[in-house]
């Protein structure tokens, strides 16, 4: 089974993703992280990326469809897999149906965390004071800038999955363990 988490940056997709892996054994695949990992440990990629990055904007399309490509390819994957912060545009999910068509794979499931605005913002600036180390992009101006990006890119791909008759909807405001709940039943009730 693969599943496209969607939601703003602060929804919770990283944690449902981490709770899916444990539940149904399949892979967690966030692009931000392969892209944090890769500025950790200084790659080509990662010095390429950092400033992008750190700023809140996207990484370039090319690179991000190049990743993904490669990732869902390898063995793990084929149990199935959770994106987590993949597809963000309109260009990337058309880009990704026609790669998943190539390696005879699908999508299952498209599942929104629905939070409000002022919520995201108090979730995000709590992650900020949470872990001394700020993460540079959750910053408060970078982080209008992050949820202005995913109101304009990413959420045009709420009518694309309705489209394709994927997309289902949680309340994201709702506790970890309802919200984990909700996200099993639409899985089992199409199951
Ligand atoms: P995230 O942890 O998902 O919020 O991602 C952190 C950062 O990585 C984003 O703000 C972007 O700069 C970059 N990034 C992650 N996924 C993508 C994507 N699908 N397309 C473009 N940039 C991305």
Request: proline share 2%; hydrophobic share 35%.
């Amino acid at each position: 089974m693969n599943i496209i988490l969607l939601g703003a940056p602060g929804s919770g997709k990283g944690t449902q993703s981490i709770i899916l892996n444990k539940k149904l054994g399949l892979v967690q695949l966030s692009t931000g992280e392969i892209i944090r990992e890769n500025i950790e440990k200084k790659t080509k990629l990662g010095l390429q990326v950092k400033n992008l990055v750190d700023n809140g904007e996207f990484v370039s399309d090319e690179i991000i469809l190049s990743i993904i490509s490669k990732r869902i390819s390898e063995d793990d994957c084929s149990k199935g897999f959770i994106l987590d912060g993949f597809p963000r545009n309109l260009n990337q999910a058309s880009k990704f149906d026609e790669i998943l068509l190539e390696k005879d794979k699908k999508i299952d499931f498209v599942i929104e965390l629905n939070v409000s605005k002022e919520n995201l913002y108090k979730r995000i600036e709590n992650r900020a004071i949470e872990s001394n180390e700020a993460r540079a992009d959750d910053k408060e101006e970078i982080l209008k800038n992050r949820l202005n990006i995913y109101d304009e890119q990413t959420k045009p791909l709420v009518p694309y999955y309705k489209k394709a008759e994927l997309h289902f909807e949680v309340d994201g405001m709702k506790s970890i363990d309802e919200i984990s709940l909700e996200i099993e039943k639409i899985i089992k009730v199409k199951n």
